[in-house]
């Protein structure tokens, strides 16, 4: 059963591992933040709200802002702070999320990161 649904935006190019070379680290720390607070604005603005569970399994679905080729494990480390945002916005830290499972959307316009917060199973 889905517990919440969000739509975040694509994280910036900033917030990515490979981009934080030498002297950059005030750029990414920066774009972190700022990422991470929108993404708050927007599950303020969807009214996620803290879910009724212990522990979560989420799916997350990357729909890229091309067709340009992108590998799910730097996407999933670029949006690290928008799922912290969701995690502080459902009351379930990240630590307790139990299954977290990845996936490619189809592009879109901006690009985009769904995601899915479900019961966990047991």
């Known amino acids: 059963m889905i517990l ?4 975040l935006p ?5 917030t990515s591992p490979n981009a934080s070379g030498q002297g950059q680290w005030r750029r ?4 972190a933040k700022g990422y ?5 604005a927007l599950c303020e603005a969807e009214k996620i709200r803290p879910v009724d569970a212990i ?9 890229p802002p091309s067709k340009r080729r992108y590998d799910l494990d730097n996407a ?11 995690a502080e916005a459902i009351a ?3 630590s307790h999320w139990r299954r977290i499972t990845l996936e490619r959307g189809e592009p879109c316009r901006d ?5 899915h917060i479900m019961e966990a199973e047991a």
């Open 4 to 7: 919440a649904r969000v739509t």
């Open 10 to 14: 694509w994280p910036p190019r900033a």
């Open 28 to 31: 990414k720390a920066s774009a």
């Open 36 to 40: 991470k607070l929108a993404c708050w």
């Open 55 to 63: 522990a979560v399994d989420v799916l997350v679905t990357f729909c």
């Open 76 to 86: 999933l480390s670029r949006c690290k702070q928008g799922l912290d945002a969701v």
């Open 92 to 94: 379930v830290d990240d």
């Open 111 to 115: 690009g985009a990161v769904i995601v």
